[in-house]
């Protein structure tokens, strides 16, 4: 495990050193205002954008595309490579939703960034106008599909620093089928009652960096579906929100697994859920494996550490079976602080697929009206060190090694 987490380490820098080299070229700068573009916030500004997105893209020298100060209108829209240079997107204003959410209609989707290579998105803010469409969901009518807010697919070495994302109708973040990408220093902010509005939301990619992260929402401040590998997330502070979740896993049958995972040196506050790994009780080859959860802070969070392979939201057609995913070598080092609720730790395995190789190493959960309680079952693992509550996995101590 710990050559693994000094690989995935070594990674980061390197990935860290690669954008400081690629992206610290002085470029030719295309400003979306000679396009047309109007910073009023109420001039739609879509035509504009992709006229000077094309001029940029088609350019044979490194090229900045750059949105001065002010509020721009955009409507949904994909930037679209492969472009002919590594370009740089940089924002100083704030790009934002229309104001009727139905304008998005069922796409699922705002901004798209596809098909890019060695692409860079500094600073600015992202305002999605979520408001209007969480009433509708909470009213009962009938509502379009909600609108991430942004989203990179099949795009490979990415830096993205200093973006906000604010109230975006669904997911803040979305990131699918891309390699090596780095994100540092963005904020996420939406309130604790918006739904499925989480921060980050990775699918099948690998190589995904999330460092000093701020993160507010109404569901996962990062999740982690299928087909995810070598994942570094540091430095997060989460709450509002459900937490940092791998899953849920097993939705589908045939599933990627998600393996190489480490997140450390966070903390989480008033969340629903610390760190958890979920997934649907029914079969599946997915798997979850090499996970390493390490000095982490709660602060009145619900569930601190939990599994759950019985996940059904809400308790509505649930499968009642046996969950096929099967989660293995995953550690939860040096966790501390206060759980909301007396059980701080709860491993739900599957009955048909234990967990294997589970280790807790140095927690320390305390609860403010009482101690705290842990639940297992179906896992194997270890202990090292002192463990409160006391652990509930049951195999040999590693206190003398």
């Known amino acids: ?75 949904q829209v994909t930037f679209e490579g492969p472009c002919s240079n590594n370009i740089k997107f940089r924002i100083d204003g704030t790009i934002v939703a229309p104001s009727d959410y139905r304008s998005h209609g069922n796409s699922g989707m705002w901004i798209m960034f596809r098909n890019l290579n060695g ?40 830096k993205v620093s200093g973006l906000t994302s604010l109230n975006s109708q669904a997911m803040h973040i979305a990131v699918d089928h891309c390699k090596n990408i780095l994100f540092k220093n963005v904020k996420i902010d939406a309130p604790s009652t918006s739904p499925n509005t989480d921060g980050f939301n990775v699918i099948l990619s690998t190589g995904v960096t999330v460092s000093q992260a701020i993160i507010s929402t109404g569901d996962d401040c990062i999740a982690l579906s299928q087909g995810n590998t070598n994942v570094w997330i540091e430095h997060i502070t989460c709450g509002p929100g459900h937490g ?46 090499n996970i390493v959860f390490r000095n982490l802070t709660m602060k009145n969070a619900n569930n601190p550490i939990i599994i759950d392979q019985n996940y ?35 491993l739900d395995c599957s009955k048909s697929n234990p967990c294997e190789g589970i280790k807790l190493q140095d927690i320390d959960l305390v609860y403010g009206e009482g101690s705290t309680t842990s639940t297992c079952n179906n896992v194997g693992g270890i202990n090292s060190g002192v463990v409160i509550p006391k652990s509930c996995v049951s195999l040999h101590s590693l206190n003398e090694k």
């Not at 050193?17 to 916030?41: M, Q, R, W």
């Open 1 to 75: 495990m710990a050559h693994y987490t000094n690989h995935l380490m070594l990674l980061f820098l390197a990935t860290i050193s690669f954008f400081s080299s690629t992206f610290s070229k002085d470029a030719s700068s295309i400003n979306v205002l000679s396009f047309g573009a109007k910073p009023n916030g109420k001039f739609d500004s879509t035509t504009s954008f992709l006229k000077a997105w094309s001029n940029a893209c088609k350019s044979k020298e490194s090229a900045t595309f750059y949105v001065p100060k002010g509020n721009f209108l955009i409507k």
């Open 244 to 289: 940092i979740s791998i899953g849920s896993l097993g939705a589908y049958k045939n599933e990627a697994g998600v393996h190489n995972v480490t997140v450390t040196d966070s903390i989480f506050e008033g969340t629903q859920n610390g760190v958890r790994i979920k997934s649907w009780a029914q079969p599946s080859n997915g798997y979850a494996s």
């Open 119 to 158: 692409f860079s998105v500094q600073g600015g803010t992202f305002d999605g106008k979520g408001d209007s469409y969480w009433r509708c969901r909470k009213s009962g009518s009938s509502c379009p599909a909600g609108a991430r807010s942004i989203t990179f697919s099949s795009c490979n070495d990415v």
């Open 312 to 346: 059904c939201p809400g308790d509505k057609s649930c499968p009642h079976q046996s969950s096929g995913v099967k989660i293995s070598k995953v550690s939860y080092e040096h966790i501390r602080g206060t759980s909301a609720c007396p059980q701080a730790i709860n």
